[in-house]
């Protein structure tokens, strides 16, 4: 049945970054193993957490809204994986590699922020305002993970990785 609600709208967007925020826990262990800049490998770790938090507030969201989410895969979170998966494949380990990890978790964070962005923005024009403050929470952690990734590019990674190809 095609969905024809906000509200079922706004479900199945939850659905699909739940599922991308399951991959990530798998992920983000192998980014922070790839990664060469120790500021680059924790942070990535501590996103993980960061991102087990933001997996149990849609839990407690799905809860409070006595909702329930759909099992679908997020075809995008798969695709930007998979696409950090071959910057560990394909670039040698080091300050390249690490610059190139930055831009696949930038996307990662990017594609993020839409989504919450989005969900926010519904659920209060639903009138739930629980669910809005708990998705206000992580897109606040979505953009600082951002702009931490972008400070340890511009301050430390990519002058080492110029420092790299001399
Ligand atoms: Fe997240
Ligand atoms: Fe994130």
Not at 20 to 44: S, Y
Not at 68 to 88: H, Q, S, T, Y
Not at 89 to 106: C, F, N, T, W
Request: glycine share 4%; aromatic share 4%.
């Amino acid at each position: 049945m095609k969905i024809t609600t906000l509200e079922e709208a706004f479900i199945h967007e939850l659905s699909d970054i739940y599922s991308a925020e399951k991959q990530l826990t798998k992920a983000l262990p192998k980014m922070a193993k790839a990664a060469t800049n120790p500021k680059l490998a924790e942070g990535f770790t501590s996103h993980l957490e960061e991102t087990e938090g933001q997996i149990a507030r849609i839990d407690q969201l799905v809860e409070k809204c006595d909702i329930k989410l759909k099992r679908i895969k997020c075809k995008a979170m798969e695709g930007l994986i998979e696409e950090g998966d071959e910057v560990i494949k394909e670039i040698e380990e080091g300050s390249v590699r690490d610059a190139m990890l930055i831009a696949a978790a930038q996307k990662v964070e990017h594609y993020e922020i839409a989504s919450y962005g989005t969900l926010v923005e519904i659920a209060k024009q639903l009138g739930w305002k629980d669910a809005a403050k708990l998705l206000e929470a992580t897109l606040a952690e979505e953009k600082a993970t951002d702009e931490k990734l972008n400070f340890v590019a511009v301050s430390e990674v990519n002058n080492e990785a110029l420092a790299n190809a001399a």
